[in-house]
């Protein structure tokens, strides 16, 4: 767990406070989303938690530690930590790469090997192709991808992750986010996310705390966001398109109606969100969509309205 305690930074002692005054809890194996303007304290915020940055004012506990009582380098052995430029190590192998940590913990050769490629694995690349390799032999996604495999190495119990999927182009980039869902499920981690995408941040976070001017606003699961924003700055950060956003919290499944044989004529997967439902609609200008599964079987439909009272 990670709790902040009425944390402030100030960069110089008579300067604004970059961070004021924020105090946030991310409990045990849940992702939190910090989001926000640029400058609005989101990096510092969570630089202050691994100790790259001191807080002039306030208490961090990670873990049950106070961050300020421990050794920094130690700390961060602990701590997962992905950034944007990903920061591989252009010299080294993506072996070594993603061996940096565990070698400094003392793990022998033989599981530091097994665990990176268990690790290549996770993160959905071929150990044999890529172990060899230079970071600059790498795509962007692929470089992100050994960005996070360093970071989960030593299986630490928290995860940094600072616009981890800025860098990559769209489609990649939603693709990615699947992905890192997926293996949280597997692995968990408290994770702190920070990021200026809402989607990404509704993707990925369980909770959502968006910032401004060095302060959280609004701490609140996605759904609460997009239906309840708590002021108008929220209202008007989240967007006018907040209620279609909301819809891909859901999917069909959470919506389709299984007792009334189906009229619909275009299809729609149990699996796909509400959104991409509502879009559906939109394109075969119909209010309702027969669900079919897989295996092409009728499972139900799912009508407008349905959508409309999620
Ligand atoms: N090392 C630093 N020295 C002085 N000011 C800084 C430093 N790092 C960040 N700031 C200032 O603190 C504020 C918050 O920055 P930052 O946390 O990087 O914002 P964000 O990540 O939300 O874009 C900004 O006004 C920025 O200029
Ligand atoms: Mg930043």
Excluded at 83 to 103: D, E
Excluded at 185 to 213: C, P, Q
Aim: a neutral charge; charged letters at 25%; aromatic letters at 4%.
């Amino acid at each position: 767990m990670i709790n902040m305690e009425h944390v402030t930074k100030r960069f110089a002692a008579d300067g604004p406070a970059s961070v004021d005054d924020l105090s946030l809890v991310v409990p045990e194996g849940t992702t939190t989303a910090l989001i926000g303007p640029s400058g609005c304290g989101k990096t510092t915020t969570m630089r202050m938690i691994n100790r790259l940055i001191d807080p002039t004012e306030g208490k961090i506990i990670v873990n049950g530690e106070d961050v300020t009582k421990v050794d920094p380098v130690q700390l961060r052995r602990h701590i997962g930590y992905v950034i944007q430029q990903v920061g591989l190590f252009p010299h080294m192998t993506i072996a070594q790469n993603i061996a940096a940590v565990p070698k400094l913990l003392g793990w022998t050769e033989a599981k530091i090997t097994s665990r990176t490629e268990e690790l290549l694995d996770l993160v959905g690349l071929d150990p044999c192709e890529m172990l060899k390799r230079y970071p600059r032999q790498l795509s962007g996604g692929q470089r992100q991808r050994i960005g996070v495999a360093r970071a989960l190495a030593a299986d630490p119990p928290v995860l940094l992750m600072d616009e981890p999927f800025g860098a990559i182009d769209p489609i990649a980039r939603t693709r990615l986010q699947d992905e890192f869902r997926q293996i949280l499920r597997r692995v968990r981690k408290t994770v702190v996310l920070v990021t200026h995408d809402l989607d990404e941040a509704i993707r990925l976070g369980d909770r959502i705390a968006i910032m401004k001017s060095g302060k959280i606003v609004q701490y609140d699961t996605p759904d609460s966001v997009l239906s309840h924003p708590a002021d108008a700055f929220v209202e008007n950060f989240v967007g006018i398109d907040r209620a279609i956003k909301r819809l891909s919290l859901f999917t069909v499944h959470d919506a389709m109606n299984t007792t009334t044989p189906s009229t619909g004529v275009s299809t729609v997967a149990p699996t796909s969100s509400l959104r991409d439902a509502l879009a559906l609609m939109v394109a075969a200008n119909s209010d309702v969509l027969a669900v079919v599964d897989e295996s092409g079987a009728v499972k139900g439909q799912l009508t407008r309205d349905a959508i409309f009272a999620v």
